[in-house]
C-alpha cells in the first residue's frame, strides 16, 4: 500500500496502509509468525512514519525488530554436526521453527541493509547495533547453506522432497542444529539468489584498481573518486560505535599488485594500520557509526601474508 501511495500519491492507499499498521498495536511478541515477512513490516512502519510524521509508527516498527531478535539462535551448537557449521545468532523462519533457513535469511539481509538505510540514527543505537551484527554474522552463516560446503556426514543423504545433489550451488532449505544433518526438507531452487543478495551488499568495485572493498557491515553513501592511478571512496558505516566492521581489499586476481591503502575515519586523517591477511588481503577495522575514507595510490607488489604495514 506504501509503494502503491508513493507511485500515485492516491491517498486512498496511504489510508489502507494506515489501516492495516494500527492492526499490529498491541500485539507484542505475538506479531510475528514468518520472521522475514516480519522484516518488511519493520520497514513498512519507518516509511509510513516518515510519510505521516506518526512516531506511533516508529513504535510498532520497534516491536518488529523486537520480534526478530526474539527469534534468533543466540548460542553455536558446537556439538555434532553443528561443528562443521556456523550458526550463531541465525533467525528463525517461524516463531516456531526451530532451525534455519535459506531463502528467509536471505531476504532479511536485504531488508535489514534497507531498515538501516532508511533508519540512520532515528533508529535507536540498540537497534543499530543489534542488526548491524546481525548483518555481520549471516555473512559467516550463508555458505554453510550449500551442500557442498559441508562434509557428506553433516548432509541429509535423503530428503523429504527431491534430493540433496552437493554438486551443485543451491542451498539446502534447512540448518537444524547439531544433532541432526542439514537438508532433510531439501534443497531450495528459490533460495539459490542467496549469494547475490550477499554479494551486491558487502561488496564493491574500487575503480582502476582491480580489487574490491569488502565490509561486513552494511555501508552507505559510497562516494568514489578517481585521478590517475589514486584514487578514494568515501562510505559511512552502519551500527554503533561500541562494535567494529571489518574491512577488506580483496584482489579479483589473487596473483595482481594491490595498491597502496591509507583508511581514515572519525574526522582523523592519520591512517589507520592494515593487517595483511593469509589470503593477501588487507584488513582493516572502524568502529560502526561513522564516516570514513579510503585512498589509494599506485599499486605495489602482493604483499606477503605475515606482512603488517604503518600506513600513516
Known amino acids: 500500500m506504501i ?4 507511485a500515485t500519491q492516491d491517498d486512498e492507499y496511504l489510508r489502507e496502509a494506515r489501516t492495516a499498521a494500527d492492526s499490529l498495536i498491541g500485539l507484542g511478541f505475538r506479531m510475528g509468525y514468518q520472521t522475514n515477512t516480519t522484516g ?9 512514519a516518515h510519510i505521516t510524521s506518526d512516531d506511533t509508527y ?6 518488529c525488530v523486537a520480534n526478530l531478535i526474539d527469534n534468533v539462535w ?7 554436526h553443528g561443528t562443521e557449521r556456523r550458526m550463531f545468532f541465525g533467525m528463525f523462519p517461524l516463531h516456531d521453527a526451530p532451525y534455519l533457513a535459506a531463502y528467509e535469511e536471505a531476504e532479511m539481509v536485504a531488508k535489514v541493509h534497507d531498515y538501516l ?7 535507536r543505537p540498540a537497534v543499530r547495533l543489534l542488526l548491524s551484527e546481525w548483518v555481520k554474522f549471516a555473512g559467516d552463516r550463508l555458505w554453510a547453506y550449500l551442500p557442498a560446503n559441508q562434509p557428506a556426514k553433516a548432509v541429509a543423504s535423503k530428503a523429504r522432497v527431491g534430493r540433496v545433489t552437493r554438486e551443485i550451488a543451491v542451498p539446502v532449505e534447512d540448518l537444524p542444529d547439531g544433532w541432526e544433518e542439514a537438508g532433510h526438507v531439501g534443497q531450495e531452487v528459490y533460495g539459490a539468489g542467496m549469494a547475490f543478495v550477499a554479494t551486491t551488499r558487502h561488496f564493491r568495485p574500487l575503480p582502476g584498481t582491480g580489487a574490491l572493498l569488502y565490509c561486513d557491515y552494511p555501508v552507505f553513501d559510497l562516494h568514489t573518486q578517481k585521478r590517475g592511478a589514486s584514487g578514494s571512496v568515501r562510505f559511512t558505516v552502519a551500527g554503533d ?6 574491512l577488506r581489499i580483496i584482489p579479483r586476481d589473487p596473483a595482481q599488485s594491490m595498491p597502496e591503502v591509507r583508511l ?3 574526522g582523523s586523517r592519520r591512517g589507520i594500520r592494515p593487517e595483511i591477511t593469509a589470503q593477501g588481503h588487507q584488513r582493516f577495522e ?4 561513522q564516516s570514513v575514507r579510503l585512498a589509494w595510490s599506485a599499486k605495489v607488489g602482493p604483499p606477503k601474508a605475515s606482512q603488517r604495514r604503518d600506513i600513516r
Open 58 to 63: 516508529l513504535g510498532i516498527a520497534d516491536v
Open 40 to 48: 518488511f513490516g519493520a520497514e513498512a512502519m519507518l516509511r509510513l
Open 286 to 289: 572502524v568502529p560502526g557509526g
Open 74 to 80: 543466540l548460542w553455536q551448537p558446537n556439538y555434532g
Open 241 to 246: 560505535r561500541r562494535t567494529v566492521a571489518a
Open 3 to 6: 509503494e502503491a501511495y508513493e
Open 264 to 266: 581514515e575515519g572519525g
Open 117 to 123: 538505510n532508511i533508519g540512520r540514527d532515528e533508529l
